[in-house]
T-cell receptor, first 112, second 112 residues
Framework: ETGVTQSPTHLIKTRGQQVTLRCSSQ?????VSWYQQALGQGPQFIFQ???????GRGNFPPRFSGLQFPNYSSELNVNALELDDSALYLC???????????FGPGTRLTVT | DAKTTQPPSMDCAEGRAANLPCNHS???????VYWYRQIHSQGPQYIIH???NNETNEMASLIITEDRKSSTLILPHATLRDTAVYYCIVRVVTSGTYKYIFGTGTRLKVLA
């Protein structure tokens, strides 16, 4: 049991819409990362938040943005959805200097 | 961005050791090797990590070659529940951000 939870489990949106995905980190973890996993592929790093600030980003456009709150829960926002945004979105949390990060179960987003 | 290459699939008989290879020939000196596994599109589960020494924990052993260009994950006595996609990952550190670079993984099937 990782303790990382995500909501919703599944979501269907239309191209051009905006979506917000939520993650509740494991207790005591102040660092959260978001990943996009397309079908049949490994997870791709989107960005990382540490103490409410983004401190690292992968190769994703600015329409992917995020927030981390004082209680270390976080959000991933995607604007102007495209069909290729259909994927499993994973968040992972860890404490600052820890080696292991713990993944949530993911949110499956389908864009039609 | 890909830093690891793995065979796409492997089979292993139940009770036998499963040896999963990974090539990471471009790894840098301070970059760790991690292994995670993913079952049925759930969130990836941490298995083990290492820098240059061999490592062992209750789940698996990690053998890293002396030149660090490749490694092998060993599940000593595979069970049916070990059927999953196994990802070999390089953790890159950039400006204090830990970025986990996933490959496409090896789909391990444990056969009864």
């Amino acid at each position: 049991e990782t303790g990382v939870t995500q909501s919703p489990t599944h979501l269907i949106k239309t191209r051009g819409q905006q979506v917000t995905l939520r993650c509740s980190s494991q207790s005591g973890h102040n660092t959260v990362s978001w990943y996009q996993q397309a079908l049949g592929q490994g997870p791709q790093f989107i960005f990382q938040y540490y103490r409410e600030e983004e401190n690292g980003r992968g190769n994703f456009p600015p329409r992917f943005s995020g927030l981390q709150f004082p209680n270390y829960s976080s959000e991933l926002n995607v604007n102007a959805l495209e069909l290729d945004d259909s994927a499993l979105y994973l968040c992972a949390s860890r404490s600052g200097g820890a080696y292991e990060q713990y993944f949530g179960p993911g949110t499956r987003l389908t864009v039609t | 961005d890909a830093k690891t290459t793995q065979p796409p699939s492997m089979d292993c008989a139940e009770g036998r050791a499963a040896n999963l290879p990974c090539n990471h020939s471009t790894i840098s000196g301070n970059e760790y090797v991690y292994w995670y596994r993913q079952i049925h599109s759930q969130g990836p589960q941490y298995i083990i990590h290492g820098l240059k020494n061999n490592e062992t924990n209750e789940m698996a052993s990690l053998i890293i070659t002396e030149d660090r260009k490749s490694s092998t994950l060993i599940l000593p006595h595979a069970t049916l529940r070990d059927t999953a996609v196994y990802y070999c990952i390089v953790r890159v550190v950039t400006s204090g951000t830990y970025k986990y670079i996933f490959g496409t993984g090896t789909r391990l099937k444990v056969l009864a």
